[in-house]
């Protein structure tokens, strides 16, 4: 069975949407690991309520990325709880080479916008604000350019007339709870493959 690790900065939905998948039996994965680079993040108390291993890592000086030995701290946390595959679950730092060679082809994302549209922060808002007409979400393989890797799965979310960014960001992140286990699970059963 294959061992994922999740990386999460805040509330950790997505990691209860993989919580939850794998309860109900529909994603044939384990949790090794949670990890946070934020103290006090719900992601941290998500885990530990189901009984997960959670850590808190410091993340290090700098604001949008882990330097390099803060990364090889990450990596030798994900190694030590047998982690085949990370999965990224709203980690808001850039990832970087420490990270990728450790996993080559071996971490994932959820984005908040059909990519390439709208790579980077709050997507959502910046759907509103260019006045697309439809947006949702993106689960893809991660690479050293930001929200650029190679497309999973996606999912789309009409733009309502009345919309405000957290009723549509509230609407994108339903899409998301439902395509992140499958994404993994797409993985986890041989049917997307990392190298191709």
Same mark, same amino acid.
């Given at each position: 069975?294959?061992?994922?690790?999740?990386?999460?900065s805040?509330?950790?939905?997505?990691?209860?949407?993989? !919580?939850e998948?794998?309860?109900?039996g529909?994603l @044939?994965? +384990? $949790?090794?690991?949670?990890?946070s680079?934020?103290?006090g #993040?719900y992601?941290l108390?998500?885990?530990r309520?189901a009984g997960?291993p959670?850590?808190?890592?410091?993340?290090?000086?700098?604001?949008?990325?882990?330097?390099?030995?803060?990364e090889?701290?990450?990596v030798?946390?994900?190694?030590?709880?047998?982690?085949?595959?990370?999965?990224?679950?709203?980690?808001?730092r850039? !990832?970087?080479?420490?990270?990728?060679?450790?996993f @080559?082809? +071996? $971490?994932?994302?959820?984005h908040?916008?059909?990519l390439p #549209?709208?790579p980077?922060?709050?997507?959502?808002?910046q759907?509103?604000e260019?006045?697309?007409?439809?947006?949702?979400c993106?689960?893809?393989f991660?690479?050293e350019?930001?929200?650029?890797?190679?497309?999973?799965?996606?999912a789309?979310?009409p733009?309502l007339?009345d919309?405000?960014?957290?009723?549509l960001?509230?609407?994108?992140?339903?899409?998301?709870?439902?395509i992140?286990?499958?994404?993994?699970k797409?993985?986890?059963?041989?049917?997307?493959?990392?190298g191709?």
């Open positions: 069975m294959l061992t994922i690790g999740v990386l999460a805040g509330q950790g939905t997505n990691l209860q949407a993989l !919580i998948a794998i309860k109900e529909s @044939p994965v +384990r $949790i090794g690991v949670v990890i680079d934020n103290a #993040a992601a108390e998500r885990a309520k997960l959670a850590h808190y890592i410091a993340p290090g000086p700098r604001l949008t990325y882990l330097v390099p030995e803060v090889k701290k990450y030798a946390c994900l190694q030590q709880h047998g982690v085949e595959l990370i999965c990224l679950a709203g980690f808001m850039v !990832i970087k080479k420490t990270f990728l060679s450790a @080559p082809n +071996r $971490i994932i994302n959820i908040p916008s059909l #549209a709208f980077g922060l709050e997507a959502w808002r759907a509103l260019y006045g697309v007409k439809f947006t949702g993106t689960v893809h991660v690479n350019k930001v929200d650029a890797g190679r497309i999973i799965l996606q789309v979310v733009v007339p919309d405000t960014p957290e009723t960001h509230r609407r994108i992140q339903e899409k998301e709870h439902l992140y286990p499958l994404a993994v797409l993985i986890a059963t041989g049917r997307v493959s990392p191709g």
